[in-house]
């Protein structure tokens, strides 16, 4: 397959491999409950529509400066404020509509039945891609997104970084293979709240090697996961 590009019989083995920890924790829950709730399925679900490049990456650190309040980065806000213009460069299609719509098919089904799951939900999907509503491209969240959402009891969106428990987020760092001695340099970040420097050391103590731009994206993660792997 091309680089970027993520088929369903890959996406376990992908998820395991390449996922970030909030990334890791939606699909896991999806397989276990067959359901997600609202933000969850948002989350998870552009994340595996499509693979950012650095342009797109690129394009999303200038659309979130443009929100300061600089008078030079507020000519910005009204060039960038176009939809068009906060749509991430597809390096590679990740999940493609028909394979997304079977993967979130095939989960929901089993919770709510085959017909709910094509009145109720595959809406949204279609919207995610652009094909319902405004017609608007969604882009993916990025880190900083994700970090400042609220998710309540029974919700399994946001960053685990910063949202788990000690406890959890123990279980779930040895889960993705990460050592005692990684663990604590983890925590130790976590406790002074620089949720995305756990991250990227959650990145290097998985792959072995150092990620010197720092996680900022999830998926810049997957894609940086996948270069290494590749190579
Ligand atoms: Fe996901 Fe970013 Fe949190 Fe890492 S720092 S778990 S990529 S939101």
Redesign the pocket.
């Known amino acids: 397959r091309e680089f970027g590009e993520v088929s369903l019989k890959d996406i376990d083995n992908v998820a395991k491999s390449s996922f970030?920890?909030?990334?890791r924790h939606l699909f896991d829950k999806l397989r276990e409950d067959h359901h997600l709730k609202h933000w969850g399925r948002m989350q998870l679900g552009l994340f595996l529509k499509v693979l950012l490049n650095s342009i797109g990456l690129f394009m999303e650190f200038i659309w979130n400066i443009s929100k300061l309040p600089h008078p030079l980065t507020l000519a910005f806000t009204c060039y960038l404020s176009n939809p068009l213009m906060q749509q991430p460069m597809e390096l590679g299609v990740g999940l493609k509509l028909d394979d997304a719509l079977a993967f979130w098919k095939a989960e929901f089904s089993q919770k709510v039945g085959a017909e709910r799951f094509d009145k109720e939900y595959a809406y949204s999907i279609r919207h995610n891609y652009g094909k319902e509503g405004k017609r608007v491209d969604y882009t993916p969240?990025?880190?900083q997104k994700?970090?400042s959402l609220t998710p309540s009891v029974g919700d399994h969106h946001g960053?685990?970084?910063?949202h788990f428990s000690e406890e959890n987020l123990r279980a779930a760092l040895c889960k993705m293979g990460v050592n005692s001695g990684g663990v604590e340099d983890v925590m130790d970040k976590v406790r002074h709240k620089h949720?995305?420097l756990?991250?990227t050391l959650?990145f290097e103590a998985i792959h072995g090697c150092p990620n010197d731009a720092g996680?900022?994206?999830?998926n810049q993660?997957f894609s940086d996961s996948q270069k290494i792997l590749k190579s």
Request: with cysteine; hydrophobic share 25%; proline share 13%.
């Open positions: 970030p920890l909030c990334m969240y990025s880190c994700i970090i960053c685990p970084y910063r949720y995305q756990a991250c959650t996680i900022n994206h999830p993660y």
